[in-house]
């Protein structure tokens, strides 16, 4: 079992940035993939960036290309997703997941392949 926490949620105008962090309980964190995933108000799950285990291989939706970027720190078990020039689109509840059944060298963008699960943390973008 793996315990996600997920922090550095909040409230920021548009334009602005925020830094999320996901602290993995486990010390084979490098052994998981992991991937951001969020929900909007009304709308379902998305993915939003995925990072293969090493950190060699990132996956980013289409939506948060150039703006995002996902990286993680295997000696500290956090997986960060860097988030700038923020869209009131992209307020929602972002949350972490980590997937042991990958391969070493990818990582996945489908939620149902994640096997952990983050409760999440707000992320609200006025305008």
């Known amino acids: 079992q793996v315990q996600l926490v997920e922090s550095g949620g909040g409230l920021v105008q548009a334009g602005g940035s925020l830094r999320l962090a996901c602290a993995a309980s486990k010390a084979t964190f490098s052994r998981y993939a992991m991937g951001w995933f969020r929900r909007g108000p009304g709308k379902e799950r998305e993915f939003v960036a995925a990072?293969?285990?090493?950190?060699?291989?990132?996956y980013y939706a289409d939506s948060v290309k150039g703006r995002f970027t996902i990286s993680r720190d295997n000696s500290k078990n956090t997986v960060y997703l860097q988030m700038n020039s923020l869209k009131p689109e992209d307020t929602a509840v972002y949350s972490c997941a980590a997937d042991f059944r990958n391969s070493a060298y990818s990582a996945s963008t489908i939620p149902l392949n994640y096997d952990y699960w983050g409760q999440g943390t707000q992320v609200t973008v006025s305008s």
């Open positions: 990072i293969s285990r090493s950190g060699g291989s990132t």
